[in-house]
C-alpha cells in the first residue's frame, strides 16, 4: 500500500462548481497535512495545510481532515480556469520528512 | 533572501558525466530538503539538513548521490556518473523548524543524455 494516494486523473469540473480532490494516507502516526499546486513546469506551492480533525477554510479553498478514516481532501469552490494545475497532497508525522501523493490533475472546463 | 533559490535552472550531461545542483535557503530557515520529481509527478525525498548537519538521508542512492550544506555556502546536491534514470527535476526546500512548512524552490531540470 502506498504512503499517500490520490486519484491521478484528470478531474473535469465546469467553471464556478466546486471541485473535491481526496486524498488517503497509510501511517497513523502522520500528523501534519498538505495541500500542494503545481503548475505544469513550476514547483509546488502551498495552498493549505491542516493539523486538526475538521475543516479549515482560506478564502475559496476549504481542507478536510478525518484521521480516523485517515483521508484529507481539498475543496475548491467557484473554480476558475486558472484553478487548472496538479494539487499535490503531502503528509508528515510531524518530524522533517514529507511524504507526497502522485498529485490530482484539475481541468476547471471554462 | 526570500525564496529558495535554485541554480541551474536547465543542466544537460551525458551518462555517465558528474551533475552538480546548487540550492540557496530562505534566509533564517534552518532546514533544508532535497526532493527529485520524476515523471507523472512522483515526488521523491532525498536529504534534509538541519544546517550543515545531514538529518535525515534515508532517500538518498548512496553510490552517485551526495549533498552538502556548509556554512555561508549554498547547498549543494552531486550526482556522479549520471544515468539516464537520473533525468528529472531536482527541487529544494526550505523550512524554519522541523514542524514548519516547507517552501520550494524552482527546481532544477536535469537531463541526462
Known amino acids: 500500500q502506498k504512503e499517500v494516494e490520490q486519484n491521478s486523473g484528470p478531474l473535469s469540473v465546469p467553471e464556478g462548481a466546486i471541485a473535491s480532490l481526496n486524498c488517503t494516507y497509510s501511517?497513523?502516526?502522520?500528523?501534519?497535512f498538505f495541500w500542494y499546486r503545481q503548475y505544469s513546469g513550476k514547483s509546488p506551492e502551498l495552498i493549505m495545510f491542516?493539523?486538526?480533525?475538521g475543516d479549515k477554510e482560506d478564502g475559496r479553498f476549504t481542507a478536510q481532515l478525518n484521521k480516523a478514516s485517515q483521508y484529507v481532501s481539498l475543496l475548491i469552490r467557484d473554480s476558475q480556469p486558472s484553478d487548472s494545475a496538479t494539487y499535490l497532497c503531502a503528509v508528515s508525522r510531524g518530524d522533517d520528512k514529507i511524504i507526497f501523493g502522485k498529485g490530482t490533475r484539475l481541468h476547471i472546463l471554462p | 533572501g526570500e525564496e529558495v533559490a535554485q541554480t541551474p535552472k536547465h543542466l544537460v550531461r551525458g551518462e555517465g558525466q558528474k551533475a552538480k545542483l546548487y540550492c540557496a535557503p530562505i534566509?533564517?530557515?534552518?532546514?533544508v530538503f532535497w526532493y527529485q520529481q520524476v515523471l507523472k509527478n512522483e515526488f521523491k525525498f532525498l536529504i534534509s539538513?538541519?544546517?550543515?548537519?545531514?538529518?535525515?538521508e534515508t532517500g538518498m542512492p548512496k553510490e552517485r548521490f551526495s549533498a552538502k550544506c556548509l556554512p555561508n555556502s549554498p547547498c549543494s546536491l552531486e550526482i556522479q556518473a549520471t544515468k539516464l534514470e537520473d533525468s528529472a527535476v531536482y527541487f529544494c526546500?526550505?523550512?524554519?523548524?522541523?514542524?514548519?512548512?516547507?517552501?520550494f524552490g524552482p527546481g532544477t531540470r536535469l537531463l541526462v543524455l
Open positions: 491542516i493539523y486538526s480533525n
Open positions: 539538513f538541519q544546517n550543515e548537519n545531514v538529518f535525515d
Open positions: 501511517d497513523r502516526g502522520s500528523q501534519s
Open positions: 534566509k533564517g530557515h534552518s532546514y
Open positions: 526546500a526550505s523550512s524554519q523548524s522541523r514542524e514548519e512548512t516547507q517552501y
